[in-house]
């Protein structure tokens, strides 16, 4: 009886530590997960949310602030990809810039896309105080740049980075209005801005 006792307290023991071993290990586990996880967060918006939280370009050219617009569109890989960095930059100089998005892919927007000459996006357009064009920037810009020329345009000093042209993706402005039929698939027409 002794031997059966001895090994249930060994087989008890036994099951006792190799719980534990596993709720350790799932511990473990789940707080490298987490602290990995909180490590690589980055903002996620999307262009949809950043056009709908811009400044209108009737308000952007009327309000005495200076005005960074930039012409995307949807299916733009450049425009997705600097969102993030945009937002943040957006974030930090609202209270004394607007920014403006305008969709290429809306026709209401063809009268600016001629004036400001967009054939390739992200296309931003800097705007002085009155609304008169300062620089543009065609492509993937790092936020460090935009930030600089951002501050600059603030301080009214000339923009230390001027007529960029990075990374983007071509575009060509169609010079006839856009029927519904023939928008691109990959924008779904509801989507257009």
Same mark, same amino acid.
């Given at each position: 009886?002794?031997?059966n006792?001895?090994?249930?307290?060994?087989?008890?023991?036994?099951?006792t /530590?190799?719980r534990?071993? %596993?709720?350790?290990?799932? &511990?473990?586990?789940?707080?490298? !997960?987490?602290?990995?996880?909180?490590r690589?967060e980055?903002?996620?918006?999307?262009?949809?949310?950043?056009?709908?939280? *811009?400044?209108? $370009?009737?308000v *952007?050219?009327?309000?005495?602030?200076?005005?960074?617009?930039?012409? @995307?569109?949807?299916?733009?890989?450049?425009?997705? +990809?600097? *969102?993030?960095? $945009?937002?943040k930059?957006?974030?930090? @100089?609202?209270q004394?810039?607007?920014?403006? %998005?305008?969709?290429?892919?809306? !026709?209401?927007?063809?009268?600016? &896309?001629?004036? @400001?000459? &967009?054939?390739?996006?992200?296309?931003?357009v800097?705007?002085? /105080?009155?609304?008169?064009?300062?620089?543009? #920037?065609?492509?993937?810009?790092?936020?460090?740049? %935009?930030?600089?020329?951002?501050?600059?345009l603030? *301080?009214?000093?000339?923009?230390? @980075?001027?007529?960029?042209?990075?990374?983007?993706?071509?575009?060509? +402005?169609?010079?006839?209005? #856009?029927? +519904?039929?023939?928008?691109?698939? /990959?924008?779904h027409?509801?989507? &257009?801005q």
């Amino acid at each position: 009886m002794n031997v059966n006792l001895s090994k249930s307290k060994n087989i008890s023991s036994l099951v006792t /530590r190799l719980r534990n071993f %596993m709720i350790v290990s799932v &511990v473990i586990v789940l707080l490298v !997960s987490i602290f990995i996880g909180l490590r690589t967060e980055k903002v996620s918006i999307s262009l949809n949310e950043m056009a709908e939280a *811009a400044t209108p $370009l009737d308000v *952007a050219l009327s309000n005495n602030k200076p005005t960074l617009v930039e012409f @995307y569109a949807n299916w733009c890989t450049t425009c997705q +990809a600097m *969102a993030p960095e $945009l937002e943040k930059i957006r974030q930090q @100089y609202a209270q004394n810039t607007n920014f403006v %998005m305008l969709n290429v892919d809306n !026709s209401k927007w063809l009268p600016e &896309v001629v004036k @400001y000459r &967009v054939d390739g996006i992200p296309h931003f357009v800097f705007l002085d /105080r009155e609304g008169t064009e300062v620089s543009q #920037i065609i492509g993937e810009v790092p936020k460090s740049i %935009m930030a600089a020329n951002i501050e600059a345009l603030v *301080a009214g000093s000339q923009l230390p @980075y001027k007529s960029t042209v990075g990374q983007g993706d071509k575009f060509n +402005a169609s010079l006839v209005p #856009i029927k +519904a039929s023939q928008v691109d698939p /990959r924008v779904h027409g509801s989507q &257009v801005q």
